[in-house]
């Protein structure tokens, strides 16, 4: 009964810290047509990001596994990957949710959509509630339920 | 003797973690891991295509980012863990030690053939080993479920003993604090007030490194694990941890003459 009642507990827990606010990761990229720069960053979840042109030039942006990443790299080529996300042709800004599918590296690469430089502002939010987080803590409230009302069962058929 | 001794174990015990104090501490503990853990990292990068194509030494480079960060990541829930013990130790000193007093149950344990050092010992032990084994638990269960890979960072438990050390700088000055007021309302209060203002003098950074791992030696693991290996061998951890242990010693002792001579 009281590890049920401390499972729920600790479930209610891991739900409230997912639904804690992240802090926004991110910076400026200056890159060359043909090149790609970004950043490579933890998430336990959803993200949101957030970018924007200086002269409101046309960009794509991808966002990659880590393992698609590692391949770009030893490759040196963003063909024959899959990437989690694409947006090609961005004119100016974009602001959108990415949905991950939970805890793990993931890479932003931002790459000019015409033969010119682009300079771009962008932000990487990790969005609420963590889903990395949020499920394992529904499981272990669930487990906890499961747990008190089997004791509360238990009590129940003894004093019968 | 061993039997009344057992006895009073099973008390304290029990005492100490009802519903929901324990499952309180376990859930507050987990949240700070929590916390502290999810803080979000990145590494830029910019990968230049064409003859001087850099991405394997980009791969390398972020790599070893990455590991760096990932230890930082685990390491970190123990200063956010050291934290909580402020609120955590002064609660449950008050919890062990004065209220005995105040409900008289400290009069019945003194009234088992049991010697007054051993029930302070049961006491103490108690404590720290309570707060011990649910903030490490608390740690690897926060570690395992947010860090990928997490057997790696398994080794770092080892950093839980400098978690148990702060434990016990802080449950003794307030066990002593404790026996000296004999009230749970003074207590707890001199006991917070203390550990708040020692709070502030170690996260300042104007306050000499030695001083701030002398109350805070889980401070002093986060500083070498940020700033390098070779920080652990210098005298700036050692002297802090020896400094911390000589503390425990001290107030100890003191508590064990207080107690010995308590009129109760």
């Given at each position: 009964m009281r590890i049920g009642r401390a499972l729920i507990l600790i479930g209610i827990v891991m739900i409230a810290a997912s639904l804690l606010g992240g802090s926004g990761r991110g910076g400026g990229v200056n890159v060359r047509y043909g090149e790609c720069g970004g950043q490579v960053f933890k998430?336990?979840?959803?993200?949101?990001?957030?970018?924007?042109?200086?002269?409101?030039?046309?960009?794509?942006?991808y966002i990659l596994t880590w393992s698609s990443f590692q391949y770009i790299l030893e490759n040196g080529s963003l063909e024959d990957v899959d990437p989690v996300a694409i947006f090609e042709k961005v004119d100016g800004s974009v602001e959108t949710i990415v949905e991950l599918s939970g805890t793990g590296i993931y890479a932003i690469l931002f790459t000019p959509y015409f033969d010119e430089i682009i300079l771009i502002d962008f932000q990487?939010?990790?969005a609420t509630p963590r889903t990395g987080i949020l499920l394992p803590g529904i499981g272990v409230?669930?487990?906890?339920?499961?747990v008190v009302v089997l004791s509360v069962l238990s009590k129940w058929r003894y004093s019968r | 003797m061993r039997k009344n001794l057992r006895a009073i174990i099973a008390i304290e015990f029990e005492n100490m973690v009802y519903f929901p104090i324990l499952e309180g501490i376990i859930c507050l503990l987990v949240f700070f891991c929590f916390s502290a853990l999810t803080a979000s990292f990145a590494?830029?990068?910019e990968i230049i295509t064409g003859s001087v194509y850099n991405g394997t030494t980009i791969e390398t480079d972020i790599l070893e980012d990455i590991q760096r960060l990932n230890i930082q990541q685990a390491v970190n829930p123990l200063q956010a863990l050291s934290v909580a013990y402020f609120f955590f130790?002064?609660?449950?000193s008050t919890l062990t030690i004065t209220r005995p007093i105040e409900d008289g149950t400290l009069r019945a344990y003194l009234s088992f053939p049991v010697s007054r050092s051993s029930i302070l010992m049961v006491k103490f032990l108690l404590v720290n080993l309570i707060l011990w084994v649910t903030s490490t638990g608390s740690w690897?269960?926060?570690?395992?479920l947010l860090l990928p890979g997490y057997q790696q960072y398994l080794s770092l438990i080892v950093w839980s003993l400098v978690l148990l050390l702060n434990c016990m700088v802080i449950t003794s000055t307030c066990f002593l604090i404790s026996m000296l007021s004999k009230q749970s309302g003074t207590s707890l209060f001199i006991g917070l007030g203390l550990w708040y203002v020692l709070t502030v003098l170690a996260s300042s950074y104007n306050t000499p490194i030695q001083l701030r791992g002398l109350f805070f030696p889980a401070i002093i693991v986060w500083l070498s694990v940020q700033y390098g290996s070779s920080y652990v061998l210098t005298g700036e951890l050692i002297l802090p941890i020896l400094g911390a242990i000589a503390i425990v010693i001290l107030a100890y002792s003191a508590c064990h003459i207080v107690f010995k001579k308590m009129e109760v």
């Open positions: 998430a336990y979840g959803n993200v949101v990001v957030e970018a924007e042109e200086f002269y409101n030039r046309s960009f794509s942006i990487v939010i990790q409230v669930m487990i906890g339920i499961v | 590494q830029d990068f130790v002064p609660l449950l690897i269960m926060v570690v395992a």
